[in-house]
């Protein structure tokens, strides 16, 4: 009998330590499975919402950008998968031109996350709705006129529905030169021009239709400077801006 009893008390000692480290080992399971579900609801969806609204940053050269990402369950955005998608950018860039403002709505949004993975930008595979909306001001016309007209300064916009008024003054051949330009803000073949309508030449020599050869039409943007596949749809000038909307093609 005591020699059974004596096994009972060598062995007690070895069942509490596996039992104790059992119980420590699923523990630490049990964390990693806590801390797994609140990675997959928070911090890892997070990671996607700031890695899209950096590359949408990235494409309209600007930092002034507030994106909104929302799954249910959070955990479907690390599958590309979005139910809704909106963002705003100021002072966006598409192609030549700044925009004001800039907002992106989008619903059921599938984006290739592989892609995106490898630094290569913002890809759609899929969309029920997604929409563009641009506005470019009087300001932003002015700027890019300035920039891309040779050998203008003093320029001034203004922004009608039914015309895009230019006033500036031109070094033409030693000799400064009053400018007024009217144009439209039109799309053709997916690209954004200012279309020029009129030019009135004062204290110069040279004719209008030479001087003409010198301004002309100006290309704004053209199709792949728009973010995630989008196409233009639609252009209205209004007073004081002009709004332009583009929208992704199909579903696929």
Excluded at 154 to 180: C, E, L, M, S, Y
Excluded at 188 to 211: E, W
Aim: proline residues 3%.
């Amino acid at each position: 009998m005591t020699v059974r009893s004596q096994g009972c008390k060598l062995l007690a000692p070895c069942s509490i330590a596996k039992v104790t480290n059992l119980r420590k080992g699923l523990t630490i399971l049990g964390l990693l499975f806590i801390i797994l579900i609140v990675s997959s609801e928070t911090v890892l969806p997070w990671l996607v919402r700031a890695t899209v609204q950096t590359k949408l940053s990235q494409k309209a050269a600007t930092d002034d950008v507030q994106a909104t990402l929302g799954s249910s369950p959070s955990a479907l955005l690390l599958l590309g998968n979005i139910q809704q998608l909106d963002a705003v950018m100021h002072q966006a860039k598409v192609g030549q031109v700044y925009l004001r403002e800039l907002t992106l709505s989008g619903s059921d949004v599938q984006l290739d996350m592989p892609a995106l993975l490898r630094e290569e930008g913002i890809q759609v595979k899929r969309a029920d709705k997604l929409e563009l909306k641009g506005i470019v001001d009087e300001e932003n016309m002015r700027e890019v006129l300035s920039r891309k007209v040779d050998k203008v300064e003093n320029v001034q916009v203004a922004i009608h529905p039914d015309k895009i008024q230019v006033t500036a003054n031109a070094k033409v051949f030693g000799r400064t030169a009053d400018i007024g330009m009217e144009g439209q803000v039109v799309e053709d073949s997916g690209s954004l021009y200012f279309l020029m309508t009129r030019l009135d030449v004062k204290n110069t020599r040279l004719g209008t239709a030479k001087l003409g050869d010198l301004f002309g039409n100006i290309q704004l943007a053209t199709p792949d400077r728009l973010p995630l596949g989008m196409k233009i749809r639609q252009v209205e000038q209004t007073e004081g801006a002009i709004i332009i909307t583009a929208e992704r093609d199909g579903k696929e």
